[in-house]
């Protein structure tokens, strides 16, 4: 993603919230909850590929990590 994003670009990165309980109705509620564990902090993920971090947030079901490519940076 990050060659793919021009300098100055931000980026919104979402995933399950591992923390939230699966809907009950949702047959593949399980498995995303571990999918998701597994990932880790988005924070994290989008700081290691070089983004900067401009705000993170929860949703009923989502957490997200809102990005943006530095200008002049190097890929890390």
């Known amino acids: 993603m990050y060659r793919m994003t021009k300098p100055g670009r931000r ?3 979402a995933d399950f919230d591992p923390s939230r309980r699966p ?3 949702h047959p593949g ?12 902090p988005l924070e994290e993920l989008a700081a290691t590929a070089g983004y900067q971090i401009e705000s ?9 990590v809102l990005t943006t490519r530095p200008e ?3 890929r890390p």
């Open 72 to 74: 002049h940076q190097a």
């Open 23 to 25: 809907l009950p109705l």
């Open 29 to 40: 509620g399980q498995r995303m909850r571990r999918a998701a564990a597994t990932v880790g």
């Open 11 to 13: 980026l919104l990165a």
């Open 56 to 64: 993170t947030g929860q949703l009923p079901l989502l957490r997200y």
